[in-house]
């Protein structure tokens, strides 16, 4: 039985599926968090969080990685870990240093870095020579608007270090580039209390459909799981709003996907981790949008694990403890797994989503997860704002999002404005 130290988490579905992986392999963890209540306020009424199964939780502030090193290192003469996780983008750094520290397997600290700040992997790739968007790094409104003239819109302006597609916009002209920074400079500090980088990256807007190669490395070697698609809305905004595993590709494309995804680990150094490789399929070749040095988040796992038996937040535990993980292929009766997104358009309060009897008792349904009655709402703007879900399979061929598609259509959320 192995002990690994968890560095806060997100409350979504990685939050039960971590804790549940480490249980289920007869580890146990110690819960590492600045705010207990964070994640009590995201339990469900009348139930424990998931996170309260730790062994020990203990408090500190984790936002100070430097203050925080020091007191990781004498709860570790104590407790003993064996390893260290986060599901949370904004501390994947400071689990990968605070593994360094104790001399725990975990990626090199460096790689994380790299990959958690956008505009540091858009270098970083492209000084490896792999092909991307044109690009700037932006410290200014002043130095923002002069790049985007010489870049030629339209453009995606991007925070380079927040996540769930938060304030990332597509831009057509130096107007809405003004609005998007300015709605930015609006938010410095992050959901966990951290203080952003003030500086913006801007792009060129990329052409085709986008995809996901979902990777685990161990020892050196990568190993591919296989490829998500992914289907976006809500311009100017990029809310993604489904995903079907396997993508619904050639074998030419998805073997590009897979082979730029690998590059772009290999260029980064990453190793030891699960990985979550955003692609655009362009005319001119795959393109990579984003590297995640962590598990797909809404809900790809599972549809990973309906499709192929492999549970990737278990191999996220086996590599967080140098162990070779399980990713053998398994018979689920299932070719294809999907995921459509409830997305709200505009704000008020949930009073009902009319059709919940008619999904529920559907065919190939997987999951149905809706928000309750007196949820309060907002028109979406990222990924964080969903109503809901529905998941569904199809046991012959990749019919799988046509099912959830037809699903979500039949559901009709009442939103009124009190």
């Known amino acids: 039985m192995a002990h690994l130290l968890m560095v806060e988490s997100w409350v979504g579905s990685m939050s039960r599926l971590l804790p549940s992986a480490i249980r289920e392999a007869g580890h146990e963890f110690t819960f590492l968090t600045r705010d ?17 199964g730790a062994r020990h939780v203990l408090s500190a502030e984790t936002n100070d990685t430097d203050a925080l090193a020091p007191f990781v290192e004498r709860a570790h003469e104590v407790l003993r870990f064996d390893g260290v996780v986060t599901s949370c983008d904004y501390y994947l750094r400071t689990a990968a240093r605070i593994a360094g520290r104790l001399g725990l397997p975990g990626p090199p600290p460096e790689a994380v870095d790299n990959a958690c700040r956008k505009d540091a992997t858009r270098r970083v790739l492209a000084e490896a020579g792999l092909p991307g968007p044109r690009f700037a790094v932006c410290e200014d409104w002043a130095e923002t608007a002069r790049a985007a003239r010489g870049l030629g819109y339209p453009l995606v302006f991007k925070p380079v270090d927040l996540c769930a597609g938060m304030f990332v916009r597509r831009v057509d002209d130096e107007a ?3 609005h998007a920074y300015r709605e930015l400079a609006a938010f410095p500090v992050n959901a966990r209390g951290q203080r952003r980088e003030p500086v913006v990256l801007i792009e060129e807007l990329l052409q085709g459909p986008e995809v996901s190669v979902e990777t685990v490395s161990h020892g050196g070697s990568v190993h591919v799981v296989g490829v998500t698609d992914k289907s976006v809305g809500g311009a100017p905004a990029f809310i993604e709003t489904g995903h079907m595993f396997p993508a619904a590709l050639d074998a030419a494309d998805t073997a590009a996907a897979e082979e730029t995804a690998c590059r772009a680990l290999k260029a980064l150094g990453l190793d030891g981790v699960v990985a979550h490789t955003e692609i655009k399929l362009t005319p001119d070749g ?9 598990p797909a988040g809404n809900r790809i796992t599972e549809l990973v694990r309906h499709v192929t038996g492999i549970d990737l937040a278990a191999a996220c535990v086996d590599v967080a403890l140098g162990r070779a993980p399980d990713l053998r292929r398994r018979d689920t009766g299932l070719t294809s797994a999907a995921i459509g997104f409830l997305v709200p358009e505009r704000a008020g309060v949930l009073e009902a989503v009319d059709g919940l009897d008619t999904v529920g008792a559907a065919q190939g349904l997987l999951e149905l997860r809706l928000a309750e009655p007196g949820t309060a709402v907002k028109a979406a703007g990222s990924n964080n704002e969903y109503l809901g879900h ?4 199809d046991e012959r061929g990749r019919g799988a999002r046509a099912r959830v598609e037809a699903l979500l259509a039949q559901l009709e959320p009442r939103v009124v404005t009190r």
């Open 390 to 393: 529905v998941m569904a399979g």
């Open 36 to 52: 207990l209540h964070h994640y009590l306020r995201s339990a469900p009424e009348g139930t424990a969080h998931p996170l309260l």
């Open 286 to 294: 795959p393109r990579l949008v984003e590297v995640n040095p962590r």
């Open 176 to 178: 809405a580039m003004a």
